[in-house]
C-alpha cells in the first residue's frame, strides 16, 4: 500500500503565500501523474493542478499565475507554491498519485488533506 501525508496547511491573510508538500511511502515502483485537489465546504472536491513523471503540469483557470506545482521523483515528494492567496481558495487540499506496481497495475491514492485557510 502507499500512503501519502499532506503537510504545510495553515491560516494565511489573503495576500499571502503557503507551501504544500505531499510525500509518498510505501510500496512503490513508479508514480505516474500526482495531482493536487481542494474541496471546500458544501462544494465538490475540484482539480487544482497536476504534474506527470516528466513534469508537464496543467492547472485549473482559478489558480493559474498564482500556484505553481513541482515535484522531486528521487524523494516521491511533490509540493504547491501558492501564492496571492484568496479567500476563495479555502479549502481542504488533497494530494493524489496514481502508483505503477512492477507487475503493471495501476492505481490510485488520496492523502488524507491539508486545510488552508485564507482570512479576508
Known amino acids: 500500500q502507499v500512503q501519502l501525508v499532506e503537510s504545510g496547511g495553515g491560516l494565511v491573510q489573503a495576500g499571502g503565500s503557503l507551501t504544500l508538500s505531499c510525500a509518498a511511502s510505501g510500496r512503490i515502483f513508479r508514480i505516474n501523474a500526482m495531482g493536487w485537489y481542494r474541496q471546500a465546504p458544501g462544494k465538490q472536491r475540484q482539480l487544482v493542478a497536476t504534474i506527470t513523471s516528466g513534469g508537464s503540469t496543467n492547472y485549473a483557470d482559478d489558480v493559474k499565475g498564482r500556484f505553481t506545482i513541482s515535484r522531486d521523483n528521487a524523494k516521491n515528494t511533490m509540493y504547491l507554491q501558492m501564492n496571492s492567496l484568496k479567500p476563495e481558495d479555502t479549502a481542504v487540499y488533497y494530494c493524489?498519485?496514481?502508483?505503477?506496481?512492477?507487475?503493471?497495475?495501476?492505481?490510485?491514492?488520496w492523502g488524507q488533506g491539508t486545510q488552508v485557510t485564507v482570512s479576508s
Open positions: 493524489n498519485a496514481n502508483v505503477m506496481y512492477d507487475s503493471g497495475n495501476r492505481y490510485n491514492y
